[in-house]
């Protein structure tokens, strides 16, 4: 069972694209050595203020899949708010 976690960002205090990256690259970065998870910027494009990351874990458990990515979830909103982003949106599908 594969399951992907997609959160969608909002960085209100980008100037820049490089504003954008160091936000996006810290939360992938924290989520990969926290969680020991696989992490992406998904749909990269050119607009300052949002990103979406997605994040990825395989198990044989659903359960435990459903507990995991609960978890990353808070943890990332606890970062984005930390790094001057806010998680507007996130969804889990299971593949």
Do not use: C
Not at 30 to 59: D, I, M, Q
Not at 72 to 84: D, L, Q, S, W, Y
């Amino acid at each position: 069972m594969v399951a992907l976690l997609t959160l969608e960002l909002r960085i209100e205090h980008a100037q820049s694209l490089k504003d954008k990256r160091q936000v996006v690259r810290s939360m992938k970065d924290k989520l990969r050595a926290h969680f020991n998870v696989a992490t992406a910027e998904l749909n990269p494009s050119n607009l300052w203020n949002s990103a979406t990351v997605g994040v990825v874990s395989v198990s044989d458990s659903r359960d435990y899949l459903d507990g995991l990515m609960k978890h990353v979830e808070r943890f990332a909103a606890r970062i984005a708010n930390n790094g001057g982003a806010e998680l507007t949106d996130s969804f889990v599908e299971f593949l």
